[in-house]
């Protein structure tokens, strides 16, 4: 059984060993090969993997094709993403929008969605396959659903915590639900482990997407990697300041808001901060993650197999909310 | 059996009868309503359900999915080339990028593009449903790589009729050659006619593009339903610019062109068609567009059925090259 990093290498190994796009025609495929480059951390093949190593020891080529193919899909929703949000930067680089251009990124966005397909088509059992693409493809909707009901919330002053959920759960959750189901799949395990696979995706995605509101008000620099305060300069919303405006009334909230982001900068970054902590949004949200946190330890604990088997999903999903400690 | 205006009836009972797209979020499944209520002459669909009829008579709802979803990834495309060409129309009307912006044209193509392969994925038959699928990946890459190279021809003065022809072959021809061959998958009918027909579509395709490049230049208001001679005003590569090129000498062809190219409107339009007359190339171009034809034509008589079952392929062939005689 493998550990986070050493899946990671697994994982390269086998696609560095896989030529994933061909050659020619340049211009298409070289935004896609710079993206995959450029990949983060690379969590959602390695969900795939652990949660097939559940059940079974020896991966086969089935295991990597799958989680080759939602990592293409997700590092697709990353290029669309960009032009859609007017993003320069992405993992540190130049996003393909800005690095290649509008047009390029569109295109080459589309191969590599297709490309995703055409990796998980390379599955060998043609019954797993069918299942596997029915998860793909319902998941894959629904992240397109949930980057539109982002698009609109922005737009909208009536949003509450329950919608702004499930915005995340269409948004990051299902995928990496289908991600750790996938692995089940490929294993040949119970229809109850699927869903307890599922279910724990999706409560960690949750709170691992609260979180990151969270510490993009309340975390340090040295934590967080970037200054604190981004979303509040963004006026973005987030759960913090949905939680606020529920908890001060839509009136009033609106009154004091229009008055503090008047002002810019450090003025507003800790007055919005100050109006969270004397409402007790910070508490409240604290008690929403650790509420997802524990959902989705009790998920992974509900699945049936041996305790040690459980070892490295706990210490990824401990590291992944870790933190919220 | 169903001619052509019979089989577009069938298929638009279908899908009318399917609700294809949930109603929310909005924002997300509206423009892609909007693109298939406009939908134009469903050439790909019919195709899908004629070649299947070749072999047998009754439809089965997978060959209403198989020919919906090939409509709805061909549909995908349009949104998105419209946006990487800028185009304001379609079909008459103003097209997704125009009327609802170019956020909503990404993203709506993008679940267009999901939802074409959910759609083929309601494909009953779990081997033939692996089979299209597979077709369907390699299909839809190649016109991904057709589009960028159409692109990238833009850019370059150095294409040659061979290099023309297959960027034609992947933007066009091989979607027209999957539908067909996926009606002979649906109809489990012998490799041997699968590739009859995919050679068939292949060589259609090439033929009726070829035409529509002779036709802009060539035909008159009447015939093709607006002003001839857009793609010498936008100074496209066409089969007749290459043909030209190549006829006079790279040379001799840029300084002749250059100074045509200053003129514009009437004036430009006559001069560059004469050059063409004048090189001979209309009518190589015509040879060409009667060369694929043939080919077609020869595909579908090596399909082994008796003759009177490609009577509507054949008619439906003649309508769409109707425009060379």
Chains 1, 2 share one sequence.
Do not use: W
């Not at 059984?1 to 340049?26: G, K, R, S």
């Not at 509040?232 to 606020?244: C, G, P, V, W, Y």
């Amino acid at each position: 059984m493998l550990n986070f990093q050493e899946a990671v290498q697994v994982f390269d190994d086998f696609y560095l060993n896989n030529l994933i796009f061909p050659p020619e025609p340049h211009n298409l495929y070289e935004p896609c090969r710079y993206t995959l480059e450029g990949a983060g951390k690379k969590i959602r093949p390695v969900l795939c993997m652990m949660a097939y190593q559940l059940f079974r020891e020896d991966f086969t080529e089935d295991v990597f094709h799958t989680a080759l193919s939602f990592e293409m899909f997700h590092n697709f929703t990353l290029i669309h993403d960009d032009i859609m949000d007017n993003a320069a930067v992405r993992r540190g680089r130049p996003s393909v929008f800005n690095r290649f251009g509008q047009t390029a990124a569109i295109l080459s966005g589309d191969v590599m969605n297709i490309c995703a397909y055409d990796r998980l088509a390379k599955v060998s059992d043609d019954v797993k396959l069918v299942q596997l693409l029915r998860l793909f493809n319902r998941t894959a909707i629904e992240i397109c659903e949930g980057q539109q009901l982002d698009m609109d919330f922005e737009q909208r002053n009536d949003v509450v915590l329950e919608a702004y959920i499930e915005m995340i759960r269409l948004k990051t959750s299902v995928l990496l639900a289908a991600c750790l189901k996938a692995g089940g799949i490929l294993a040949d395990t119970t229809a109850a482990n699927m869903e307890g696979l599922y279910r724990y995706g999706i409560h960690l995605g949750i709170a691992f997407q609260i979180q990151d509101d969270l510490l993009d008000t309340f975390g340090t620099e040295e934590s967080i990697g970037k200054q604190p305060g981004g979303d509040i300069r963004a006026n973005k919303k987030t759960a913090l300041s949905i939680a606020l405006e529920q908890e001060m009334g839509r009136e009033a909230f609106g009154r004091e808001m229009s008055s503090i982001l008047r002002t810019e900068g450090a003025e507003k970054y800790t007055g919005v901060k100050r109006l969270y902590e004397q409402y007790g949004v910070d508490k409240q949200v604290r008690k929403m993650v650790q509420h997802y946190t524990d959902s989705a330890f009790r998920d992974l604990q509900s699945i049936d197999v041996p305790d040690d088997r459980k070892q490295h999903l706990q210490v990824l999903t401990q590291y992944l909310l870790k933190r919220t400690k």
